[in-house]
């Protein structure tokens, strides 16, 4: 199993990006997809995540209503489409991948997850 994110790049403050996630070797539509962060200096965090097999969406409270994550299985691919971009959102994006449901109280947890692609760099800057 095998996962890419891509999409990433140099972009200014307020402008829109969209990052995707493609598997290798297998459909997602039975797998769940966390997109995480990692900042320079910092911890990795939870951004996002999509329940391919549920439905259940979430978000970290520092991108809600910028960020919207997204699947198409037709194309087999996850999207995350990062709107009012700023400085802070710097920082490689990463997705990972498994078959486990996840909630609202653990979706966040990267350790939890089998399945980890490359990131892509998201520079926010002027």
């Known amino acids: 199993v095998q996962l890419q994110a891509s999409g990433g790049g140099l972009v200014q403050p307020g402008g829109s990006l969209q990052l995707s996630c493609a598997p290798s070797g297998f459909t997602l539509d039975s797998y769940n997809v966390g997109w995480f962060r990692q900042a320079p200096g910092k911890e990795r965090e939870g951004v996002s995540y999509?329940?391919?097999?549920?439905?259940?969406?979430y978000y970290a409270e520092s991108v809600k209503g910028r960020f919207t994550v997204s699947k198409d299985n037709v194309k087999n691919m996850v999207y995350l489409q990062m709107n009012r971009l700023k400085p802070e959102d710097t920082a490689v994006y990463s997705c990972?991948?498994?078959?486990?449901?996840?909630?609202?109280?653990?979706?966040?947890?990267?350790?939890?997850?089998?399945?980890w692609g490359q990131g892509t760099l998201v520079t926010v800057s002027s």
């Open positions: 990972a991948t498994d078959r486990r449901p996840r909630h609202g109280y653990n979706w966040y947890r990267q350790w939890t997850y089998d399945y």
């Open positions: 999509i329940g391919n097999s549920d439905g259940r969406i």
